[in-house]
Nanobody, 117 residues
Framework: QVQLVESGGGLVQPGGSLRLSCVAS????????MGWYRQAPGKERELVATINSGGGITYAVSVKGRFTISRDNAKNTVSLQMTSLNPEDTAVYFC???????????WGQGTQVTVSS
């Protein structure tokens, strides 16, 4: 199992930026696919971005060009740089660790991002 701790959420005005970070412990971080998901009130959890062990990246269409996911295997950290934020980005953002060999997923506790003037 992997323990995940997110940080960096908060309140930001439309057009602003935030950087989320997630620190992982408890497993071999480098072999996991890491990702960010979000869940807005009344909606299902949705994928935001993922980055696999080889550095391959996937983005949701709604965030492509505005968000950047990155990982630092030496620090067991995955980050999400968010720019040009709009109210539709308001959600609880969750860090995810996916172990490809077993399909096992672990989740962080979530961090709130609110985009509002």
């Amino acid at each position: 199992q992997v323990q995940l701790v997110e940080s960096g959420g908060g309140l930001v005005q439309p057009g602003g930026s935030l950087r989320l970070s997630c620190v992982a412990s408890g497993s071999i971080f480098a072999i996991h696919t890491m990702g960010w998901y979000r869940q807005a009130p009344g909606k299902e959890r949705e994928l935001v971005a993922t980055i696999n062990s080889g550095g391959g990246i996937t983005y949701a269409v709604s965030v492509k060009g505005r968000f950047t996911i990155s990982r630092d295997n030496a620090k067991n950290t995955v980050s999400l740089q968010m720019t040009s934020l709009n109210p539709e980005d308001t959600a609880v953002y969750f860090c995810n660790s996916h172990f490809p060999l077993t399909g096992h997923d672990d989740w962080g506790q979530g961090t709130q991002v609110t985009v509002s003037s």
